[in-house]
């Protein structure tokens, strides 16, 4: 299942484009279960990250958990759905809060390409992105 415009297609995969892709290894309906698939290491406090995690799997609006592979690294990425689709990294013990521009995600069955960053963390360009359908980060 693909998740961004169909329109935008085309242009992620441009020659000219700079993209980060990463491999899905596999998919899980919770962060929960692509975090213990993945083995991440939860090892600095174990406790808090699983109630971290279980926080999330109630709490957020999550659609979809991969396990990725990029440059021979295993990570977890999550899709959730707020005003618009967001993909985040899940990174145990760790947060952070940025002003950085969105970057437009495309996720095909294999793989999920996120462009260079290009759209402003305004109201408006959020209100784009959720008119239009795309799914965003800003990793």
């Not at 242009?11 to 919770?30: C, F, V």
């Not at 952070?96 to 260079?116: A, G, H, P, Q, W």
Request: contains cysteine.
């Amino acid at each position: 299942m693909v998740f961004a415009s169909e329109a935008i297609k085309p242009e992620i995969k441009n020659k000219n484009m700079t993209a980060q892709i990463h491999k899905i290894l596999s998919r899980h309906a919770t962060l929960s279960e692509a975090v213990a698939t993945a083995k991440i290491d939860l090892s600095y406090n174990e406790p808090l990250a699983l109630r971290d995690l279980a926080y999330a799997d109630k709490k957020y609006n999550i659609t979809a958990a991969y396990v990725t592979e990029q440059n021979g690294e295993k990570n977890v990425h999550y899709e959730l759905t707020c005003d618009i689709k967001l993909l985040n990294k899940y990174t145990p013990f760790h947060s952070c809060i940025d002003n950085s521009l969105f970057s437009r995600v495309e996720i095909t069955e294999s793989e999920i390409m996120i462009s260079k960053p290009m759209l402003p963390r305004s109201p408006k360009a959020r209100a784009m992105i959720g008119q239009i359908g795309w799914t965003v980060t800003t990793r």
